[in-house]
């Protein structure tokens, strides 16, 4: 989940990246869709506003009214931090906000759950891995790096396709990269209605009919 520096003269290397921007336009759709929005990143870097870029995208492709307002954390490791950042956002009114912030942002579900707003999960299903917050965590933006890894392997021992010495971003079209609303047992948040709309938006992203900009250099 991060370009090595050199991989181009490491031809037995290979770095994945996952385009966390067009994951997150549908992060953004769906927030502004179902409300207010705001967004609580770890650190003010060209990663983390990847997210941010596609989030505010997808936003306004929802609602071309709609505010997105952020706060950086400087920190993943700060639950207290991430709480407050939360709730400075919460008083400008984002009442769906996107946690990008590594263990910093369970301070932001903590403050859902105070306070009463809604929450959107980053990386993993966080409906299932964080379930003390199941009631506020509405859909969580996924990247399937274990699948990818296991995929890449697996081509390399059953079929002997490697193409190292890069970086590769694998796309949502990879199907490495989408939302995840929990399981049978999770709170659904998200209508089904809108879930279908997000899928259709997905799948114009898939063929480029969307193309969903990014923060990445």
Known sequence: DNPA???????????????QNEGSFLAGYIAASMSKTGVVGAEDNNSINDFLVGYTEGAKYANPDVKVVTNYANT?????????????????????????AGNTGNGVFAAAKEKGFQVIGVDQDQKISAPEYDEQIICSMKKEVGTSIYDTIKALIEEETWNGGRIWTADMATGYVSMAYGDENSTQQVSDDLKKATDDIQNKIVAGEITVSTARK
């Not at 931090?81 to 996107?98: M, P, R, T």
């Open 5 to 19: 520096e050199g991989i181009e003269d490491l031809p037995n290397g290979l770095s994945i990246l996952y385009a």
């Open 76 to 100: 993943y490791e700060d639950p207290a931090k991430g709480k407050e950042c939360a709730l400075a956002l919460n008083s400008q009114g984002a009442d769906v906000i996107f946690a990008v």
